[in-house]
């Protein structure tokens, strides 16, 4: 069974906080993933990663950066955290790139004040 | 990204009826389009999901339908339960497999 963990449900910073959210996975899967979600918005994706410090912006990477040190955890850090990055970010692992279907972690409700 | 475009955005049953979400794409070379499921206070979980060389994909009330044409995929729940209240997300792999772009959801409420 696979899981994903994340750091933290629920999180409080103030602006202009250095956040760190952390994601491990226990399946040995290649690709990882940040998404945010936001109501009306979907899921948009962050940063990806498809190897050991790889990693790729996705559409909002913005105000975001990664580390993939270890090939289980990925890492999203917010340099100095805004009120506009108040959200819930999900993280997701998937195998390889011939398998397509990712695992989600349960989510750090991230609030900036 | 390009877009995914979701509708619709919210949707009402009555328990027993059918319900139809729809998807539609941009970029030709897409190739595998996802369904999941994101209930109340959970994370999203893969239900279903459907490639470029297949028309339809039953499992058990769900099925999803691809139109490579018109470029729209669908997913359709027949005999919908309370169970079935959730948010649904379609997405597309815009012809890599390394990454997906999700719509916008779609909040299903199922009403007894």
């Known amino acids: 069974d696979v899981k994903v963990t994340q750091s933290s449900r629920y999180l409080v910073k103030r602006t202009g906080e250095k956040v760190f959210l952390e994601c491990v996975q226990d399946m040995d899967h290649e690709n990882m993933f940040w998404y945010r979600q936001d109501p009306g918005l979907g899921l948009r994706l962050i940063y990806f990663s498809y190897d050991v410090k790889m990693k790729e912006k996705g559409d909002i990477p913005e105000g975001y950066s990664v580390s993939r040190e270890k090939k289980e955890r990925f890492s999203l850090i917010l340099e100095s955290a805004s009120t506009n990055q108040t959200s819930m970010y999900l993280c997701?692992?998937?195998?390889?790139?011939?398998?397509?279907?990712?695992?989600f972690g349960p989510g750090t409700r991230l609030t900036v004040t | 990204g390009e877009n995914v475009e979701q509708h619709p955005s919210t949707l009402s049953v009555q328990e027993g009826d059918s319900a139809v979400i729809k998807c539609t794409y941009s970029?030709?070379?897409?190739?595998?389009f996802p369904w999941y499921k994101q209930e109340l206070g959970k994370r999203p979980q893969l239900i279903i999901d459907i490639r470029s060389n297949v028309g339809e994909k039953k499992d058990q009330r769900i099925a999803v339908t691809l139109n490579k044409t018109a470029k729209h995929f669908s997913l359709h729940i027949t005999e919908t339960q309370p169970e079935d209240s959730a948010v649904y997300f379609c997405?597309?792999?815009?012809?890599?497999?390394?990454?997906?772009?999700f719509g916008s959801g779609t909040q299903l409420t199922v009403l007894p």
């Open positions: 997701a692992s998937s195998l390889s790139p011939s398998h397509y279907e990712q695992y």
């Open positions: 970029d030709s070379a897409s190739n595998y």
């Open positions: 997405a597309d792999d815009l012809g890599s497999a390394r990454q997906l772009t």
